[in-house]
């Protein structure tokens, strides 16, 4: 199986910075597309940040110029870094994969367990 654990997620004030981490492990043969998602209460899942393993990235509008979305492929780890943080980014931030697992011989998307973004005014 192929675990996502992700952290960095916290209260900050509006205009401050957070940085969130996502280390996938496991039975992982390879990894594609990593990404960044988020859902704020009463909303849908909207996706944040996309980035393939050649490092070519998407963002949603919303976050163009305040995040930057990159990964380390030698440690199976997707960043988000978050800058100008606004009160609409509260969300519950989570992390996913598109993952080759070696042991079940399936490549599907994978997700993290979430982190809580809060920002304050």
């Known amino acids: 199986q192929v675990q996502l654990v992700e952290s960095g997620g916290g209260l900050v004030q509006a205009g401050g910075s957070l940085r969130l981490s996502c280390a996938a492990s496991?039975?992982?043969?390879?990894?594609?597309?990593m990404g960044w998602y988020r859902q704020a209460p009463w909303k849908q899942l909207e996706l944040v940040a996309t980035?393939?393993?050649?490092?070519?990235?998407n963002y949603a509008d919303s976050v163009k110029g305040r995040f930057t979305i990159s990964r380390d492929n030698a440690k199976n780890t997707v960043y988000l870094q978050m800058n100008s943080l606004k009160l609409e980014d509260t969300a519950v931030y989570y992390c996913?994969?598109?993952?080759?697992?070696?042991?079940?011989?399936?490549?599907?998307?994978?997700w993290g367990q979430g982190t809580q973004v809060t920002v304050s005014s």
């Open positions: 980035i393939t393993s050649g490092g070519s990235t």
């Open positions: 496991g039975s992982i043969f390879s990894i594609n597309a």
């Open positions: 996913s994969c598109n993952a080759h697992d070696f042991v079940l011989k399936v490549t599907r998307d994978y």
